[in-house]
Every structure is written in C-alpha cells, then in structure tokens.
C-alpha cells in the first residue's frame, strides 16, 4: 500500500499524475496551477518520470499538444486554471468531439475581468457543454485519488472522452493535508497501458477530425451524450473497483453525509463540502436533521441519484462558486430541474457564494441557513460586503 | 469509418467520388507527339494522368475535372482541349 | 454533380498518396503542391493540417483523399498538434516510424497559427512545416492575409476610390521561421515540382525543425484562368515577385535566378484578375511601378539576378 505523507495538494496530485504514467504531458503555467506543473517537471527532470515534457507558448497549444499525442497513442495529460482554461476551450471542445481520453487537471479560479487569481468555479463551469467529463474534488485526498481514477473512466473502449478533474485553487492546490499517496505497483494494478483502437501511424493510414456536414453532424452530437449518459455506470464502477483495492471511497456520481433521514439538505461541489460537513455535525448536535450531497460528477450530471437521494428531504440548499450571468446560479437550476415532474418538489434555494476568493465561514453558512429558513425559491449572493454595493 | 469515434475515415476513400462530373472542357491525349516527359502526370492537381508506357500518358476521366493544365503545360502539344459534350 | 457519360480510357488507377476525387476546384495550386509533397515525402508520415481548403477539400466525411495518416484539429494549431504527434512517437519509441509534417495555408501559418509555429519552431521539434501560400483566405472567400502581396484585391482590401487593393506588404514569413535558428528554410513553387520534391526530401533527412513555403496559385482567388496556373506560378518567380531560395543554418545557399533581362512584373500582373484594377487607369502605374520597386528589391536582397 502507499505512504501517508503530509504534503501540499498540488504535489500531491503531480505524483499520482506520476504513478498514471502518462506518456506525454504539455502545460502552460498560470497561478495556481503552477506547483502542479513544477513538481512534474522536476519528476521528468530528476529521471524519476519518463515522459515527453513539453512546454509551450500558450494553453492553446498545450492542449493541442496533448490532442496530437493523444491522437497518435499515447497517454496524455495537462493542467490549468482561469484563463488559461478560457484560452483552451476551442480545443478542449475539438478533444471531445476527437473522442480523446485526455486528462487534465482544472485548478478552479476566477475569471476576469476584473483579474483576480483567487478561487471560484467559473472558469471550468463555463466548459459544461464541451463534452468533457468534469469531476470535482473535495479535499486533496480525493483529488489525488481522482486523477487514477479518471485515466480508468476516459480510457474504457466504451467511453473515449476526455476527463477534467476539477479542485479549487489555493484552498486545495496549496494547502497541506496528510495523504496517503499510491504507489507504482498499485497503479499499475489499477490502470492498465493505455491501447488505442485507433491512433496515428503509417501501417493503418486513417484520417482524424474529418469534416462532417449536416448528413452526420447532429449524429456525432448524439453520440456522444449518449456516450456521457453511459459514462455515469463506468464513473460509478470505477469509484467501487477503486474502494475495492485502495480501502478509500469519496463516492461515486455523488456522495452523501447524513442525508438519509435529513429534513435539509445542502448541495454543493468541490472543497466547500468539508466546511459543510462541519456545519451538520454542528446544527445535528443542536437536533436539526440536516445533511450535506456531494456533486462529485458534474458532467455527466447525475439526474436519477441525486433524485433518489434527495426526493425525501423538505429543503435543498444549493451553494455554488459560479453564475450563469443573468440567469443565476447554474448548479441550482440544475437541482431545480432534477424534480421536474416528480410528484413531490423540495424547496430549492440556491446562494452564490465564495466568488473570486471570497472567504466561505462557518458564519456564511449560518447565513445561508437563515435566510433559506425564511424565503423560498430564489437565489441570491451571500457573503456581500454591503458597504461596497450602498 | 467510425462516426461514432470523431469521425475517423479511411484512406483514400475520395476516390468514390467521381469528379469527372464537374468537367466542361476535356482533354484529348492524342499520344503521337508525346516526347515522355511526364509533364502532365506531375502537374495534375488532381492526380489522374498516368503513364501507360513510355511516351504514351493518358487521362482517367473519372475524376478529370478539365483544368487544362497538362495541355497548357505539354512542350509538344499532344494534348488538346476540347469542349465537354453532355 | 452532373451525369457525365465517362468515356476513354480507364485502366490503372491512380497512385498518388492525395488520392483523386477531393474536391479542390479547377486548377487548383494547392491540390497539386500537396500532391507533390506527399510523393516527394513518401508513405511512412503522419501528416496535420490546419483548418482551410485543403483540409475541407480532401477529408469530406466518411471519405478521405489522405492516404497517409492525416488529423486537422483547428485552425491555429496544426504546429501545435504536429508537435504533439512528434513528441508521442518520442515517448513510444516509434520515432523511426514517420517523419512528421505539418500543413497550413497562409493564413493558418502566417497569421493565426503564427504563435503555434513558433512555439514549434523554437522547442526544435523534429517536423517539417508546409505552408501552401495562396496569399489569402480562399476558404472563407478570398479575404486578405498577412501573406496577400502590396495593392491586390481580395474581398476585404477592394479596389475602391480610396483603395489600391491591400495596403501591407507581404510578411516576410520565411525571414521570421528563419529567426528563430533552425537548420532549414526554404521556398518553392508549383511551376518546378522537382525542386519541391528535392525541398522535401532534403528537410526530412535534417533533424529539427524546417519550415517550406510553397507558392500556390489559386484560380479563384486570383482570378487567374485555371489552365495557366503553372504560368502564373512561373512568372511571379521570373519576375521575382516571389523569391525562390534555400537557407540553411540562417545563410542563403541556393536562389532560383530570375531570367536576364528581366521580365517587367505586368508580365504577372496582367494575367490575374486580382490585380486587374492597376491596369484600369493611368495612376495605376504608379501603383505597378511600386510592385516593380518590390521585385527589383527582392532580386537584390535574395541576389537572384
């Protein structure tokens, strides 16, 4: 079994992103995506990771770079945040469609402008629609587990998509936590070579990213969704057989604390689960039944189990680091959607929080509680310094 | 080949594709003053002139769209244009 | 499509690695320069290609005109994604299995993939880039580029009361490859096909990095009668409009002389529809005495005289 070692998220992450193997990895750096990259560079540097490393002018071509090697067999993966991601999209768009089983990790932080480097989600949310898998990671152990895992899901014959393991900047990338970190063997044990079915090379001379006019478009849209819907077992599977060997569960689709007998219940991704687990520990001593569902797959977006979770419980209280602007919380509309039809619909309220690094307490919380004990359906920001918005 | 896969094609699979069709002006290899030297192979865009043997170069008309090129081009004149009949 | 009776001859098929039947138009420049690259570079290659005319007229799916193995990803990053490719054959250990070469027309090259070349160029990935200059966005519908030559018309630079055609001057796209100090730089033309397959063939046995710049007439854009496509080619090198040399190491080695005495630039001119406005009033002169100015310059600079 692996060492418990303290040490900071983003190595963390960069030695199990060393265990994976990849084949090829390309990076930009951006803060705070930085150590991540560092420490892998330093691993090919020190002979300790055999790897192509190659740094580029920009994330556009670190991305492209990731797709061409991707394309021609090898395993791939990169890293980054913010507006480097924003600059990325256009290929992690084309990365999807090429049906790609990339990984890369997407250290959550603002946009601009105004520029800010500090944590929210915006910048991954906006890439809902790009047909990536987004998993989001709660703490450090998780997001170092997740990265094996996500070569697993993105590699099965079944699926091909890439898969972005999402962990909220600074608040995770930099902070310092014990964790148990997985050996070689037992990687190798998890995630087999990767084996493309078809990739790049003279003996079977084939022709990647054709154009494919309106008699087959809309077909490759529906492939794919169809793909993402079947991706949610393999996410789930891939979370048990990772159990199984590792002794280490942080869910599957979605995780649960105390949501069974829960009359409330908060839903959230990312970090910010820790501080909530908190709170119903805290609010359960006082005897309210209160509980806390995890979004640990964004994307596919995991409709049935969170229903099958939550269609007991009286409120939902969704926190999200991320705004649909002009339409309002994204992640809460979602919840909203996910009781359409149902015959019984909990109360949804839904709170913007933590944007650009604003700091998420035990106190905003408490506010949250407050105000959703006395309004009903509606979404509001939480955490504004009244002073700047008189 | 594989739509389903980002739409992986096979090699050289255009050739189901009968350009020919476009062609207003044709060419007329009379190979009689063909001095062989391959001009109108190397120069067509479209790959479609081949050599039968030395001296003796002909068209396939399945994908000739008519540029003209090899005629233009041919130092002996042994190739002409004329207009397409439909 | 049209039902032709096919007639004549039809015996062995064709065996160009651009297999026949793409959709390129009439006489088309590019077509052949690419045919010609293919056959100079053989089978074992993995080729990219930047989003354009020749991406779009050879990979119409589920057909394929590429009997090599071939991935267009965008527009910007064919360098990107070849260097990509370049660095997977590395790591597996299949570098001896195919050069890699990296396609774009100029826009793709000069214009928005010029961040993604370079970032090639000076990581000193071992590719060959190919950059079919037709000198403007023919794909789009024939819009200026950075490589659109001083005073043409194109649908974004029109003649006009107030307007000669572009305005800029060509990017000097060769010189800026060449700056970054790779081992091999060269230009070519689809009027001397043997040149190009000696081009090809010596870039791919230098290791590194090596940029190709082959000029590519395209009747639709210039206007120019498709027949004459190689004519055209020749005569912006015989004009020296369009110098043809090869550079190693920085330093120029081998220049295609332009003839003695030299042919007067309405000689290319005249015969393209793109730069016909010059000829339409006597200021246009003026206008065609700077294109001259432009030539005798290059003859000078590139020593082609």
Redesign the interface.
């Given at each position: 079994m692996g060492t418990t070692t303290f040490i900071e998220g983003s190595i963390a992450v960069a030695k199990t992103i060393g265990v994976c193997r990849p084949q090829v990895i390309s990076a930009y750096p951006i803060t705070p995506q930085t150590h991540i990259v560092e420490h892998l560079s330093e691993l090919v540097a020190e002979g300790e990771l055999k790897t192509e490393y190659v740094n580029v002018e920009s994330e556009h071509s670190a991305a492209s770079v990731v797709l061409g090697a991707s394309a021609t067999g090898a395993r791939a993966y990169t890293a980054t945040t913010s507006q480097g991601f924003l600059l990325m999209i256009e290929v992690l768009f084309n990365i999807a469609g090429m049906r790609l089983p990339i990984i890369m990790t997407c250290v959550n932080r603002a946009v601009s402008a105004p520029i800010n480097i500090w944590n929210d989600q915006q910048d991954s949310l906006t890439a809902r629609d790009s047909g990536w898998i987004q998993l989001y990671a709660e703490d450090n152990q998780e997001a170092s587990d997740m990265h094996l895992q996500a070569f697993k899901i993105a590699e099965n014959k079944d699926i091909m998509l890439p898969v972005m393991v999402c962990m909220d900047g600074f608040v995770l990338t930099h902070s310092f936590e014990p964790i148990e970190l997985i050996s070689q063997e037992d990687a190798d044990k998890f995630l087999p070579p990767y084996k493309p079915q078809y990739y790049l090379n003279p003996k079977n001379p084939l022709s990647f990213g054709t154009m494919v006019g309106p008699d087959g478009y809309m077909e490759t849209r529906y492939f794919l969704e169809k793909t993402m819907r079947d991706s949610q077992q393999v996410i789930s599977d891939v979370a048990a057989e990772f159990h199984n060997q590792f002794g280490r569960f942080h869910g599957g689709l979605i995780d649960t604390y105390k949501v069974e007998d829960a009359t409330h219940v908060f839903v959230a991704m990312g970090s910010v689960i820790g501080t909530l687990k908190d709170i119903v520990d805290e609010q359960r001593a006082k005897g309210q039944k209160i509980g806390v569902l995890k979004i640990r797959s964004y994307r596919p977006f995991p409709k049935d189990e969170i229903y099958k979770a939550l269609n007991h419980v009286r409120e939902i209280i969704v926190l999200e680091k991320a705004i649909s602007l002009g339409y309002g919380g994204i992640l809460a509309n979602e919840i909203k959607s996910v009781f359409y039809g149902k015959p019984k619909t909990p109360k949804i309220n839904g709170y913007i929080i933590g944007l650009g690094g604003r700091d998420i307490t035990i106190d905003t919380i408490h506010h949250v509680i407050k105000d959703a004990v006395n309004t009903s359906f509606e979404e509001k920001f939480i955490g504004l310094n009244e002073a700047l918005i008189k | 080949m594989r739509l389903d896969l980002g739409a992986i094609a096979k090699a050289g699979t255009s050739k189901a594709n009968q350009t020919g069709g476009w062609r207003n002006y044709k060419p007329i290899f009379h190979q009689e003053k063909c001095i062989g030297c391959g001009l109108c192979k190397i120069y067509c865009p479209e790959g479609c002139v081949t050599m039968i043997e030395k001296k003796k170069y002909t068209v396939d008309y399945t994908y000739c769209k008519g540029c003209g090129i090899c005629a233009e081009e041919c130092p002996s004149g042994d190739i002409e244009m004329f207009v397409e009949e439909k | 499509?049209?039902?032709?009776t096919?007639?004549?001859?039809?015996?062995?098929?064709?065996?160009?690695l651009?297999?026949?039947?793409?959709?390129?138009c009439?006489?088309?420049?590019e077509?052949?320069a690419a045919?010609?690259v293919l056959g100079a570079a053989g089978?074992?290659?993995?080729v990219?290609d930047a989003t354009g005319c020749l991406?779009?007229f050879?990979?119409?799916?589920?057909?394929?005109?590429?009997?090599?193995?071939?991935?267009?990803?965008?527009f910007?990053?064919s360098a990107?994604?070849?260097?990509?490719?370049?660095?997977?054959?590395?790591?597996?250990g299949?570098q001896n299995?195919?050069k890699v070469i990296a396609q774009g027309g100029d826009g793709g090259t000069a214009d928005i993939g010029l961040?993604?070349l370079?970032?090639m160029l000076?990581?000193g990935h071992n590719v060959l880039y190919v950059c079919y200059d037709n000198e403007a966005y023919m794909n789009t519908g024939v819009q200026r580029s950075g490589l659109t030559p001083f005073d043409c018309m194109t649908t974004t630079s029109p003649y006009g009361e107030y307007s000669w055609g572009n305005k800029h001057n060509k990017k000097d796209m060769p010189g800026i490859a060449a700056a970054h100090g790779i081992p091999y730089v060269a230009t070519a033309s689809?009027a001397f096909?043997k040149d190009i397959e000696n081009k090809v063939k010596k870039a791919l046995t230098i290791p590194g990095p090596k940029y190709l710049q082959i000029h590519s007439p395209c009747?639709l854009g210039w206007r120019s009668n498709?027949?004459?496509?190689?004519?055209v080619a020749k005569l912006a090198i015989e004009t020296g409009l369009y110098p043809v040399f090869e550079m190693e190491n920085g330093k120029i080695t081998k220049v295609r002389k332009v003839k003695t005495p030299k042919t007067p630039v309405e000689e290319y001119l005249k015969i393209q529809g793109r730069f016909a406005h010059l000829f339409k009033s006597p200021k246009g002169q003026e206008e065609i005495q700077k294109i001259q100015e432009i030539a005798d310059r290059n003859i000078e600079k590139y020593g082609l005289a």
């Open positions: - | - | 499509m049209t039902t032709t096919v007639t004549g001859p039809k015996e062995q098929a064709c065996d160009t651009l297999a026949a039947g793409h959709t390129a009439t006489g088309c420049g077509a052949l045919k010609l089978r074992d290659i993995i990219t991406e779009v050879t990979t119409r799916f589920p057909q394929s005109s590429w009997e090599v193995p071939f991935i267009h990803s965008l910007e990053n990107a994604v070849a260097s990509g490719v370049e660095a997977a054959l590395k790591a597996l299949r299995e195919a961040q993604a370079s970032g000076e990581r689809v096909p009747p498709p027949h004459l496509t190689i004519k």
